[in-house]
């Protein structure tokens, strides 16, 4: 358990946290949210004493261990597998528990034949993903995790999310990904002017108290202005008058000790459209039995041909190494297929956010020169407009590339992006340094964009979001998929991960199967699936219809609150907080009671699809 008091922390002029408190109580799961750059990583620096408040109090008990994946990587054994191993926790009793760091390593990517290379020998990627095994291997009081999915492919995050939603201790998590943080955290916490505010449930929860407090604050703060206008004229009316002399002073008293509430400042959102070229064909690129590797005898893509219309969403998904990259640079052109053809039409015009372009960045030039080099017919006038929709208003467009951050530097390519008229984006990992709220505008500017999209991205909310066909590298071959994400994953599936089931057409020894008597048997399983499952997702919807009710209870609340403290109407406050008092009560028992529902529709739906692979299996 993590307790955290009156905890400030300023850099310079800049204030991060202003008389912060909060608990982090035994077995909550909480997912820290907030802009890039107000504080998520320090918190957990403070937390981990790499750097100390101004004044405050953190305190964890004793022997309370902090697992945390850091950015700089020890690796001291001669195997990846007892590199692992060193950090298991110590039994007494000697029992050999390597199996916990091999099961671990196998959901992060890592292969049986992989245990036994050197961790020198990995890439910067595994590297990172052996460090994140041995903070998992160590069993700690609590986790901390700070973007752990920038490193892991969509395989490995699928594992990660079904570890951290089975973790029993304490964890804290900060992703761009909303869709990966609600499905494994049970409470979310926001960084936001200053302060933090942290409620049961998923990010929505949280945003929406902030939004309903913003208002009450914006109506309370307009109000008290209009009584301080009223005060102040009365004042300048009988400030001559010795009859009103007591009656002045005593309102120029009550003007000095009311609290002047200042008006909040508008949040910087990204909010963004891509700039489409005109095209009337069907067609933007054709892809013909297409084959490629960098070494002949391996071939990442071995004849593949597949076609990309003009509105199409198309995302490329597999584990990382397996070529996804590679087949965008192939689109681009900045690669040559072995044999096959890529046929571009004539009128294509494509925009390419590369994961290595932030390196193609020139560290001398300013924001606003980068974004006027996109483009010979972008003027500076134009340049500064998008500089500021990219969130570099006013000088911050002259700041120099080398001063970014990384997510500043994604920003500036995405600006880069929308100068240049396309009807084709090719994006390649776009979200890796983004924050959440500008993840979710660049989903809507994807939605939004009139011409084709081809993107390749571990987030599963964005695929759920936009993706209509897949490129799939799985299974050691690249192939096209007709559908959504979801269809994949109801139809096909994941190698290595419990597929859906299908009728195998051989039975014992070479006797061919009943397949009437095999389809039956699996459609009654289904239906059975289907009827209980369904139950429980109704009983779910309920819930969270009643809490939704509850919740809009509460805001109604707030605001007849409001109203009655300036009608001066004491009884209907009395009335109006036991009211809401009761609805947040209620609130939380039922959140409860969601996420006991919550795992248990995830316990039965692993237990059919264990039952349909094991019906799988036996024939």
Excluded at 447 to 456: E, K, P, R, T
Excluded at 490 to 503: I, L
Aim: proline content about 3%; some cysteine; overall charge neutral.
């Amino acid at each position: 358990m993590v307790q955290i008091g009156n905890l400030n922390k300023s850099y310079g002029r800049q204030v991060l946290f202003e008389n912060v408190g909060f608990t982090i109580n035994p077995g909550e799961r909480v997912g820290l949210v907030g802009r890039n750059g107000h504080g998520k990583t320090t918190l957990f620096r403070l937390i981990l004493g790499q750097e100390h408040p101004d004044s405050g109090t953190i305190c964890v008990p004793d022997g309370y261990r902090i697992g945390h994946l850091s950015q700089h990587i020890r690796l001291s054994a001669d195997t990846v597998l007892k590199e692992a191993c060193l950090s298991l926790p110590h039994r007494e009793d000697g029992r050999d528990e390597s199996y916990k760091a091999e099961t671990i390593l196998l959901g992060l990517g890592f292969s049986n034949d992989d245990f036994s290379l050197a961790p020198a020998m990995l890439s910067g990627g595994f590297q990172v993903r052996l460090g994140l095994a041995k903070v998992l291997v160590s069993d700690p009081g609590i986790l901390l995790l700070d973007e752990p999915t920038n490193y892991l492919d969509i395989v490995s995050l699928r594992w990660l999310t079904g570890f951290l939603r089975s973790w029993k201790k304490e964890l804290m998590i900060i992703t761009h990904d909303r869709l990966f943080m609600d499905s494994v955290t049970t409470h979310t916490m926001a960084i936001h002017r200053c302060g933090t505010k942290k409620v049961a449930g998923p990010t929505g929860a949280v945003y929406q108290q902030l939004l309903l407090e913003e208002e009450v604050y914006e109506k309370t703060r307009i109000n008290d202005e209009k009584k301080r206008k009223e005060i102040e004229q009365f004042i300048n009316r009988f400030r001559a008058k010795a009859t009103k002399a007591k009656a002045v002073q005593s309102r120029i008293k009550t003007l000095e000790k009311k609290e002047r509430l200042e008006k909040l400042s508008d949040t910087k959102n990204l909010d963004f459209a891509f700039n489409p070229a005109l095209f009337t064909s069907r067609q933007l690129v054709e892809i013909k039995d297409l084959s490629f590797g960098f070494d002949a005898g391996d071939l990442l893509i071995d004849g593949l041909s597949f076609y990309i219309g003009k509105k199409d969403r198309v995302a490329v998904i597999g584990k990382n190494g397996r070529g996804k990259t590679t087949l965008l640079n192939l689109l681009a052109g900045e690669l040559s297929p072995l044999s096959g053809v890529v046929r571009h039409h004539n009128d294509l015009r494509f925009a390419y956010f590369g994961q290595t372009n932030i390196n193609r960045l020139d560290p001398r030039k300013t924001v606003e020169e980068e974004i006027m080099d996109a483009h010979p017919d972008c003027t500076r006038g134009a340049a500064r407009n998008i500089c500021g929709v990219m969130m570099f208003p006013g000088d911050d467009a002259l700041k120099k590339i080398s001063v970014l951050s990384g997510g500043e530097k994604s920003r500036v390519l995405l600006g880069k992006l929308i100068v240049k008229p396309a009807n084709m984006l090719m994006l390649d990992e776009p979200t890796n340094h983004l924050d959440m709220e500008s993840t979710e505008s660049l989903i809507e500017a994807l939605d939004a964009f009139s011409g084709a999209v081809v993107i390749v991205t571990h987030s599963e909310m964005i695929l759920h979001a936009i993706a209509t066909r897949l490129i799939v590298f799985d299974n050691g071959k690249a192939t096209l998929f007709e559908g959504t994400y979801q269809d994949f994953l109801d139809r096909v599936g994941w190698e290595n991960e419990s597929p859906p089931a299908q009728c195998n057409t051989k039975g014992n020894g070479s006797k061919p199967a009943d397949r009437k008597l095999l389809r039956r048997v699996r459609a009654e399983l289904i239906n059975e699936k289907s009827r209980a499952l369904g139950a429980l997702q109704k009983r779910i919807d309920e819930i969270e219809c009643e809490i939704m009710g509850l919740e809009e209870t509460v805001g109604q609340g707030n605001k007849d609150i409001l109203e009655a403290s300036v009608k001066g109407d004491g009884e209907n406050i009395k009335r109006l907080s036991k009211t809401i008092h009761d609805s947040k009560s209620k609130i939380d028992l039922l959140f409860s009671g969601l996420e006991r529902l919550h795992a248990e529709l995830e316990s039965r739906t692993k237990e059919f699809e264990e039952r349909l692979s094991g019906m799988e299996m036996a024939q």
